[in-house]
Each structure stands twice: as C-alpha cells, then as structure tokens.
C-alpha cells in the first residue's frame, strides 16, 4: 500500500477503491446472471442468460423458435443449443462461451458455422471455422488430409440439405475428421415422419434457367439423361443454398449409424437456463461420436 506513505495517497485509495468497485461489480454480474440463470417465465416471458455472448437476455417464449434471433448477439435456440451440447461433450456440463476454460489443445472445425459465436468459440478452444469457397477451405465430400483425424469435435448446422448428393459421404467424411471419441454436434432441418426426400438423387451436371416466372434446375446424369426440375427451393440466398433434400428422422439416424457414429442421440430437453426451448419434435440438434479405440 505505497499510497498511504506518499503524497498521493488519495488518489491511489481512490483508484484502489474503483477497482474494488469494479470487482464487486463484475462479482455482482457473475452472480446475478447465474441466479437469474435459473431462469424464470413470467406472464410469457423466459428471462435467461446467453450462452454465446454471455449477457441477459429476455425473449417472449412464443418467439424463442428455432431462428428467430432471441438476444441482442444474434443467438438462436439452434445456435444457443450448439454452444450448449458443444461444451456439455466436452466439459460434461453446459457453460456459456465466457466460461469456458481455455483450451486450446481442444480442436474442431465447423462448416459455415455463425459469426456470432464463431470468434467467441476460437478465443476459447482450437475452433476453426471453415467454409466452401474461401479459406480456410474444407469440403465436406472431398476433405483435405490435413483435416483427417484430427478433431476432438466437429460442428455442422444447417449445412447437410445442400450437399451434393450422394449425403452418405458427408456423414462417412465427417467421421473421418474426428479423432475416435470425438462428438459430432449436427442439425439440419427434418421431418418425422417417413424416409429422407432427395429432390435432385441423379445430380451430376447441372445449371439453373429462368423461364418467364419459373426457374428450372437443367441436369444432365452421369449417364447422358436431361432432367429439368421446376422452381427448386432456395435457403436465404443463392448457389450453395439450394435445398437438395429434405432430411427425415430416421433418414439421418440411418446416415450416422451406416457411417460408423454411435452414441447417437436426439436433443429436445429444453435448457431454459440458456434460452433454449424446444417448442416441436422435429428438426432438433443430435449429437453423435466416432467409437473410441
Ligand atoms: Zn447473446
């Protein structure tokens, strides 16, 4: 405590003192978020704490669906509920972003995953995120040596419904990425009922035209054939987006179980503490794992 023996003894206390301010403060944050953590709906309204930005965040539960964003980061239930069974595979609970230890020797990779929790992530653990046509590079159909083997986890949301049919080989890549033991965290959107619609199963050559006010997927198989397909659907935007299935239930505890994943699991456990909640039995997050050794 040099202040005390000083001449400015004052300032140093008073500087001391907003820090101690600050402590107790931060203190104050800490525990308020983790006793409002538990969570309250009041009148329709679920109060809870955003596990990506780590803030308070409050959200008629009739607007806490799939991916309506639901804090001022950006977050989703379906990216809120990533964060929250990436870290309970990896650490055996639920922590928000702020709260993950750093690990850094923890690696993954992530397909297009979100910005608003992609930077927080790779501040915390060896995430990376990669992407199709910009760097760092990864194709799920045809991925790069360097990425065999290597993963403790895999992230992969809204991603499998564009790929290029055949889908069985991104599931048996994705494997390949893992390191045995590690956690594939996985959503798509899918139906319950019945078998995985491949829209486009014969896609080999193709190009979109518009006609007037139709536009047509021209595509020419493998064996010469010329297919025409009326006004495919598109996700939020063009080229990599077009929908090229639609995934079913057992379709994709098929896909996971034919490429070697066990420990195969449907998330729809509602984590109120975190905002998340399920609010239909359809299209919800599964995690999977490569078998250990
Ligand atoms: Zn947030």
Redesign the pocket.
Known sequence: MRGFRTGTGDAAMKSALREAVFLIKDIGNALAARIDGLSTVQAGELRFR??????M?RAEVSHLTREEPT?????SVRL?SLVHLLTTALFGESLAIPDIPLRKDLTGVDMSGAA?YAGRLARRLGYINTFLHQEPRLDILAPADQWLSQCDFVISSDVFEHVLPPVAAAFDNTLQLLKPGGVFVFTVPWIKTGPTVEHFPALHDYHLEQRGETRILVNRTVDGLRQEFNNPVFHGGEGQTLEMRVFSESGILGNLAEAGFCDIRIHGTACPTFGIIWQQPWSLPMTARRPGE
């Open positions: 955003c596990n990506i930005c780590g803030r965040a804090c001022r980061c950006g977050s809120r608003t």
